[in-house]
């Protein structure tokens, strides 16, 4: 795979968990990064310092993906310290598991704001802002391909996500830029693995072949790859990154 030497990437959610890793696979990959973040300013800013550290280049801006005039600055903000976007990663999101009959209207809406929301007001900045040439990847979910109790408002909204995917990129596919969506399985982060008793992990672990749930590294080469020239020809496809567990 090509490095992505003078490309500028701007990736939502990405402070830590999936969305750091991607951030610090794209980084070593040469690529200028943006971690976006809602909340904590300092966990923020101590990965950016790693990944100074490390010999990359990065920035960190706040931003909730939820509000349009936030997603806007973020954008705007973004190409006046770096000069361009090149590549989006769409990774800012939020599960609630919950039946559906337990579900609240007030879950059902925080879920759909920042997952699908999210993701459209980026697309829309996108659609004018982002360079001639780019690559949007954006992050779904293997809960799609499984019928899980608890899930289903999720999976709504990474469903949706998908379907945005695939529309815009007719939409914007004129100025050479590509679209597709990922969807990983259940991978080791802090948000996913807490609270969750250790059977529950090693019963997740057997629906996969290989016997374990996915590392952050995983996921963030498949993206790495997404944004690179060797993936010019991918586009509106959906990528699951599973390990065979569905």
């Known amino acids: 795979m090509s490095n992505l030497k003078g490309k500028v990437a701007l990736i939502t959610g990405s402070s830590k968990g999936i969305g750091a890793e991607i951030a610090k696979i794209l980084a070593k990959n040469e690529a200028k990064v943006v971690v976006n973040y809602s ?3 300092e966990v923020a800013e ?16 706040q931003a909730d993906v939820s509000k349009k005039e936030d997603v806007t600055r973020l954008f705007d903000e973004t190409i006046t310290h770096f000069g361009k976007i090149d590549i989006l990663v769409n990774n800012a999101g939020i599960m609630i598991n919950a039946l559906i009959k337990d579900t609240t209207d007030e879950d059902f809406e925080h879920q759909f704001s920042t997952n699908v929301k999210g993701v459209f007001n980026t697309l829309r900045e996108a659609a004018t802002k982002l360079a001639e040439n780019g ?14 109790p608890t899930y289903g408002t999720y999976a ?4 949706a996500v998908e379907q945005l995917t695939r529309v815009f990129s007719k939409e914007i ?17 802090e ?22 749930i996915a590392e952050p590294n995983d996921i963030a080469e498949v993206v790495a790859f997404l944004a690179s020239d060797e993936a010019r020809w991918i586009n509106a496809q959906n990528i699951g990154i599973n390990g065979g567990m569905a």
Do not use: H
């Open 173 to 189: 596919g004129s100025r050479g830029i590509n679209v597709n969506s990922v969807s990983p399985g259940p991978t080791n982060t």
């Open 156 to 159: 709504a909204t990474k469903s």
């Open 39 to 41: 909340g904590s300013k």
């Open 135 to 148: 690559s949007i990847i954006n992050v779904s979910t293997s809960v799609n391909r499984l019928m899980l």
């Open 191 to 212: 948000l996913f693995m807490i609270g969750k008793p250790q059977q529950v992990i090693e019963g997740l672990s057997k629906l996969s072949p290989f016997n374990r």
């Open 46 to 61: 101590n990965f950016v310092k790693k990944i100074i550290q490390n010999g990359g280049e990065a920035i960190s801006i």
